[in-house]
């Protein structure tokens, strides 16, 4: 079958196994453990791709490197998507906002936030990656990870955003020294926009739309939409 472009895999049994941009590392599990895959299984790769000439292009080189292993190597690793409409773990808009919407003009930076608590078969799986992704209005990104006692750590942050340059982050540690995603316990990613003409990346976008100035935008899937979305790498403790 097919995806949209900018949807996910939503069949039954369908799962993300890895991510990568430019800038990037190879994406790999920790030490003992591993993605697991049925026999039969088909692996799914989806592409962006930015076409910057009217000149025709070679054939497609582009290849994808795995390593597989017949051993089990202790621990099942997956990933997820937290934030934008939907989430696997459900997700909660912060209070009194409803669906995001960017005005144009000299403002203060919008920022949009979202809670998402572990599923029961996520809950007490500890975090091994995390990568951002945000669109051309994005500007700042923050996960910070809420203990039910309050505590506060912060995942990831990011202070220049930059949306040809979407790296994944791999914490350091063993599986045992990996930060925990305990029940009761929450995700909380707040992403910071600026719909402005000082932004040097959405004034690129909104050039290559024919476009002179900024216009309103919401969460979405379209090419002017902006996306509050985290993938989180999770392992089996």
């Known amino acids: 079958g097919t995806y949209d472009c900018f949807a996910l895999p939503t069949d039954e049994g369908a799962r993300l196994v890895g991510i990568w941009s430019p800038g990037s590392p190879a994406f790999e599990p920790p030490q003992g453990a591993g993605f697991e895959a049925a026999a039969g299984s088909r692996v799914l790769v989806r592409i962006h791709y930015h076409v910057w000439t009217d000149e025709a292009v070679g054939a497609d080189r582009t290849g994808v490197a795995l390593r597989w292993t017949s051993e089990d190597p202790g621990s099942n690793a997956t990933m997820i998507s937290v934030g934008n409409f939907e989430s696997e773990p459900g997700l909660v808009r912060q209070p009194g906002e409803a669906q995001a919407s960017f005005e144009v003009g000299l403002q203060p930076m919008h920022v949009e936030q979202m809670l998402a608590s572990p599923s029961d078969e996520q809950a007490g799986q500890a975090i091994w990656a995390l990568a951002g992704w ?37 914490l350091n540690g063993t599986i045992s020294e990996l930060p925990v995603w305990e029940s009761g316990s929450q995700l909380r990613v707040e992403c910071t926009y600026d719909n402005t003409d000082f932004n040097e990346n959405l004034s690129e976008k909104l050039e290559d739309e024919g476009l002179e100035v900024p216009v309103p935008m919401s969460l979405g899937d379209g090419p002017l939409d902006e996306n509050c979305l985290v993938f989180v790498g999770l392992v089996e403790r």
């Open 134 to 170: 945000m669109h051309f209005a994005g500007a700042e990104m923050d996960v910070v990870l809420e203990a039910s006692g309050g505590e506060e750590s912060c995942m990831l942050g990011i202070r220049q955003w930059d949306p040809d340059w979407l790296r994944g982050y791999r």
